[in-house]
């Protein structure tokens, strides 16, 4: 299926992957940021580990969200694409 994420290792560094996606950089960066204020606040490792389980889990979920947003504004350009004369549906005012 081609919408299956690829597992192949790129060739690009993360910092040139992250440059087509600052947010995703930047909630690493603000993960990072709160594991070091638990540890300076001194979070038990059990309590690290938690905040940083639940903090990938969402960021993952962010992630997965951008590639099916990706995924359908291509099937929509593909689609008007394909049959210009298609109606759009939408409300009407």
Request: negative net charge.
């Amino acid at each position: 299926m081609n919408d299956e994420l690829s597992s192949k290792s790129p060739d690009r560094s993360l910092d040139e992957r992250f440059q087509s996606r600052p947010h995703v950089y930047a909630r690493l960066q603000r993960i990072a940021d709160m594991m070091d204020q638990a540890i300076a606040e001194g979070a038990t490792a059990d309590e690290a580990e938690e905040l940083a389980i639940e903090q990938i889990h969402k960021l993952g979920q962010d992630v997965l969200n951008d590639w099916s947003q990706e995924k359908h504004r291509a099937a929509l350009a593909r689609a008007r694409a394909e049959h210009p004369q298609a109606t759009k549906h939408a409300k009407k005012k």
